[in-house]
């Protein structure tokens, strides 16, 4: 796959000064409701139709026994339906504990999976966030890959993410 | 209530003093979850014959004819089976990643005969009629009954191997998977009758939560060439799909269509005609009903 990528991408992927950056920053609410528990999380990468071109991360309950917080993954349903369903969570360099209310920042470097294997174009980045007891929230944010300058996109959520910031570095 | 009721119907019903409502029920099974993910998944499932969708307050749906299907082909056992005064409930545990069929099948006879000058009802299995209804009855007029009430339920990918068609009645053979279904998106399903694409047969498609609302919300479908069917599900939630197929026998008796489908309690088998019987049509018919669940966008 990776022979028949294009010369431009390919330098990008052998060359260390040239890897990009994906930082993404996101907010998890501090809810004042009778019942809390941190929100499954899930981030990933899409294309144009839809389909799935990486998953970034999922936060989930991984810490119960006889991994049963994974019985809630189906609630991140857009997730799951999209590429969730076809995994056996938690799966290595992809499944994260949960999240405390707060700030968070991730940022995967393009000479890494899954970034790595990303073809230039255009994309969406989703984070999906549902919460036990709770609600459901999606954001989405195109961008374009491999950046060509330092780019920035913003999105606020409504109730179960605050801010969503997606910072891409050349 | 029912749109297929001719008006001798209508007349015979109030010659009988017929409560309408008995030839209106529906019959279906509501599973806790149709989509699921982890690592120790169950369903449980209620079974229920009733007007309003999804409602159990009218009869249970027996659960003698209960067969439960895994993702690999072979048997499910149900657990924790009980019949309750107005629903059964069972549990199943979904052991194998991939698609479930739960579903109750059953075959009824009843037949109308006469004997030393009085007219005889009688209803039961194809096997106790064989044994209980004389061969050469006088005037013995029969109806068939083939029913199947199903829902699928899928734990992490859906998979394809339920729906091998078995080629008894009708069956639901998805283009689109009965457990992908979303809100605004069409949904394409074929029917078979006996294994043959069932053409131009009427489909009903109603959401639940009639109860809480005034008008019925029901979408009226047709069957194409092929069998084929598309439908857009307006909102996320349980939809109750239903569709019909008569054939052979002479117009109607008394003609009246009867949705009890044979499994309600109480409609076990007995001879000798008594007021409260439904109008008698002879021929076959194939009844279908599946509840599908549809998910937010």
């Known amino acids: ?170 | 209530m029912k749109s297929s009721l001719e008006p001798a119907a209508y007349a015979l019903a109030a010659i009988l003093c017929l409560p309408l409502s008995v030839e209106a029920h529906r019959a279906w099974m509501l599973p806790s979850s149709t989509v699921l993910s982890g690592s120790d998944v169950w369903v449980t499932v209620d079974a229920a014959i009733s007007n309003d969708l999804f409602y159990f307050d009218h009869n249970p749906m027996r659960l003698e004819h209960l067969a439960i299907m895994g993702p690999d082909g072979l048997p499910v056992r149900a657990e924790n089976a009980s019949t309750g005064k107005f629903r059964s409930t069972f549990d199943v545990p979904l052991k194998q990643s991939g698609t479930y069929k739960v579903a109750v099948v059953n075959t009824t006879v009843a037949a109308m005969y006469e004997e030393g000058g009085e007219t005889k009802r009688w209803r039961g299995s194809p096997d106790a009629f064989a044994r209980e209804v004389p061969a050469g009855a006088k005037s013995l007029q029969v109806s068939k009954t083939h029913s199947r009430t199903e829902v699928f339920v899928t734990a992490g990918k859906p998979t394809d191997t339920v729906f091998q068609p078995t080629g008894v009645g009708i069956e639901l053979v998805p283009v689109t998977h009965p457990n992908d279904l979303v809100q605004g998106e069409p949904a394409t399903f074929r029917l078979l009758r006996d294994g043959q694409p069932a053409v131009d047969v009427a489909v009903v498609v109603v959401p639940g939560g009639i109860r809480y609302r005034d008008t019925l919300k029901e979408m009226a479908l047709s069957t194409d060439k092929d069998g084929k069917f598309t439908v857009r599900f307006p909102e996320a939630g349980m939809y109750w799909l239903s569709a019909t197929v008569r054939s052979g026998g002479a117009p109607p008796v008394a003609a009246a269509d009867h949705q009890g489908m044979g499994m309600a309690a109480g409609a076990s088998a007995s001879a000798g005609a008594t007021p409260a019987q439904p109008p008698f049509r002879p021929g076959e018919r194939a009844l279908y009903g599946a509840t599908l669940e549809v998910m937010a966008k």
């Open chain 1, 1 to 170: 796959m990776r022979i028949a990528l294009p010369v431009v991408v390919s330098g990008l992927l052998t060359t260390q000064a040239l890897a990009a950056d994906l930082s993404i920053k996101i907010e998890i609410p501090v809810l004042n409701v009778a019942e809390y528990h941190r929100p499954y999380v899930a981030m990933w990468i899409e294309r144009a139709n839809q389909s799935v071109a990486a998953n970034l991360a999922v936060w989930f309950d991984l810490k119960q026994k006889n991994n049963d917080g994974t019985k809630w993954l189906k609630d991140l349903r857009q997730w799951w339906r999209r590429s969730g369903r076809e995994l056996a969570m938690p799966v290595d360099g992809l499944s994260g504990a949960t999240r405390a209310a707060g700030e968070h920042q991730v940022t995967w470097s393009s000479d890494k999976s899954p970034l790595q294997a990303l073809a230039a174009g255009e994309y969406q980045l989703v984070v999906e966030a549902a919460r036990e007891v709770g609600g459901r929230e999606l954001l989405r944010l195109p961008f374009q890959w491999p950046p060509r300058a330092p780019t920035t996109a913003k999105v606020a959520g409504e109730h179960e993410l605050g801010g969503l910031t997606l910072s891409l570095k050349p």
